[in-house]
């Protein structure tokens, strides 16, 4: 968010176009990424755009629309003073998470094969932040994050370790809403034609092939 409270970022500028591209205007709900799901189901929400997986486990629940790939980082400090270029060297670090994501499932897994200090934070800037001020090595994210945070504190953040594999973020929306699934698709498929998704990933400065 700005410092006047208005929230900024890829999915922002996204669902803005989705909106203006189905003759609407979006309205955000600040929901804690826990409950963007919980939110969708008792219809709090029309759909979620929140940087949020496609995984197995969501779309028994929820049909997702694809609109991005992208892969998994470890943000450290700037010249990665702990030399962090993989997972396994974790061990024994002060690790900070987001709270209630599969980054936290996956690090929690890793933390009983090798031993680490892990703490979960409400969102994924309150993470970062702990690499600022010294209380984590690490951070486990997305490079479309890690982006927005080497942006937002240049010469302070990096990414220590891309991994290989990539993830797909989708936009979620309730089974019996078939309707707005359709809508949805055909609304990314415009954007991608006409480039609108590719200037906006241009101005968050995340690669373009993410949004192809």
Do not use: W
């Not at 949020?52 to 997702?64: E, G, L, S, V």
């Not at 370790?161 to 498929?189: C, E, H, M, N």
Request: include cysteine; charge should be positive; aromatic fraction near 8%.
């Amino acid at each position: 968010k700005t410092t006047s409270g208005k929230p900024v970022g890829f999915d922002v500028d996204m669902a803005a176009a989705i909106a203006k591209h189905l003759g609407g205007k979006s309205t955000f709900v600040q929901t804690a990424f826990p409950g963007l799901l919980p939110a969708l189901s008792a219809k709090k929400c029309d759909v979620v755009i929140s940087g949020i997986f496609i995984t197995p486990d969501r779309t028994k629940q929820f049909p997702a629309v694809p609109y991005m790939r992208s892969h998994r980082a470890l943000l450290v400090k700037a010249g990665n003073p702990k030399h962090i270029t993989g997972p396994n060297a974790l061990k024994g670090k002060q690790v900070a998470v987001q709270a209630g994501t599969k980054y936290e499932e996956y690090l929690k897994g890793l933390q009983k094969k090798i031993g680490f200090t892990l703490r979960s934070y409400p969102g994924d800037t309150d993470a970062v932040a702990q690499i600022l001020i010294g209380r984590a090595d690490a951070v486990l994210t997305q490079d479309t994050s890690g982006a927005y945070q080497m942006q937002q504190h240049p010469g302070k953040i990096a990414i220590g370790y891309l991994f290989p594999q990539s993830d797909a973020f989708g936009i979620y929306y309730r089974k019996s809403d078939a309707d707005v699934g359709s809508q949805f698709k055909s609304a990314i498929a415009a954007l991608r034609k006409d480039g609108t998704l590719k200037k906006l990933a241009q101005k968050h400065r995340i690669p373009v092939g993410d949004v192809k």
